[in-house]
């Protein structure tokens, strides 16, 4: 930064002006050994920042440079005009205050506070353009309690604040807008409303409701009449429909795992469809999947993977379930089938998970095509059953 360009309000000794940019010196820098001094950032080239290495006056080569502190006291202590001398200020102050005194100047230009106004103006006019400017947020008098630009005061009075009065299309009746909705949907006895009897559909006025019923009185009981047998057959229906799932408590399940030669040869797991268990008096089940790895743990057997969910109504069953589970691979010649009893409450050994799903694996040993397990059609049956 160059010297000081402020108007001074006498001429200043040119002792103090700067050699380089012939400006009053400002942040006067000397240079050792030959003692002249300059502005401090005249001392740096201007297209490069490298600092000079030879004294712009003398060309003598620069040892070191130090702030002339004796240099930036006088210059400090000139008197000099505000910058806002065309607008209108006198004042005259000392170079060193000078940006203390702009900053609080009354002419210096100011924008207004208010969002969306923009408008520049005078510091010591801005007080007064604020207490009336446009944009300016003053409370509705009307007491809704909004702030509104007073610009739009008067247009938010007559449109828009709930608290102005408004007359009813219908029945020419005035009240506050905010209640207007309620006079127009429950109260306005001009306004047309179909009757409410189920299947009567005649339209009248809201205030001639007393006449319309007495007029219509029979057909209405007869309407009322109909709907009642409707609903009784209806409800006839969903009692039956409620009777038929309490009574369909269904304690076991059984999956048949078709085609398992070729399942197992793809090493692929079997995944059972959404099943269900209830116990007695429980019309609500727990919803559960069946997985299989057919290839179990590589010693020809297979892997059961038992995986329960929460019951649609967890308010009538336990969760997480308590209830015992036993599982088995069925005999197909009759003789001792392969069981697991599953006990959700103690066998953490067996717990499982396979990503966000959590649930019991199994290994049964020495299930294989050759033996009693799977059919001579290549199936496999899997029973689960609830227990007590």
Known sequence: EMGCDAEYVDDVHEELVCAVCHLPMLRAVGIHPCAHAFCEGCLVAPHTGVALQECPTCRGAIGSTAPSYAVRNVMNGLLVYCTHTARGCEEKVKRGDLETHAATCGFAEV???????GATVLRRDLKAHVAKCEWGLVTCPKRCGERVPRGKLEK???EECVKRMVECEKCGTKRKAEASEEHRKRLCPDREVECEVAGCGVMYKRGARAEHMKEHAERHVELLAAENKARAAENKTLLERMAALESAV????????????????????????????????VAHRYPFQLRV????????????????RRGEHPH?????MKKKVEMRIV???G????VWMLDPVNDDGHKAAAGNVVGWLFHFSEVTRGDDFVTSTDCMTVRVRLLD
């Not at 924008?111 to 106004?117: I, S």
């Not at 790895?293 to 329960?308: I, K, R």
């Not at 003789?335 to 392969?338: A, F, Q, R, S, V």
């Open 250 to 281: 269904c304690t076991s399940r059984e999956w048949i795992v078709d085609g398992f030669s070729a399942k197992r040869q793809a090493k692929q797991w079997i995944f059972s469809g959404e099943m269900v268990l209830s116990h007695e008096n």
């Open 331 to 333: 005999n197909q010649k």
């Open 111 to 117: 924008t207004c506070t208010h969002a969306g106004c």
């Open 293 to 308: 790895g057919p290839n179990g743990e590589n010693d020809g057997g297979v892997s059961l993977y038992f995986v329960p």
């Open 335 to 338: 003789g001792n089938d392969k």
């Open 156 to 158: 938010h009075k007559a």
């Open 316 to 320: 009538r069953l336990e969760w997480p």
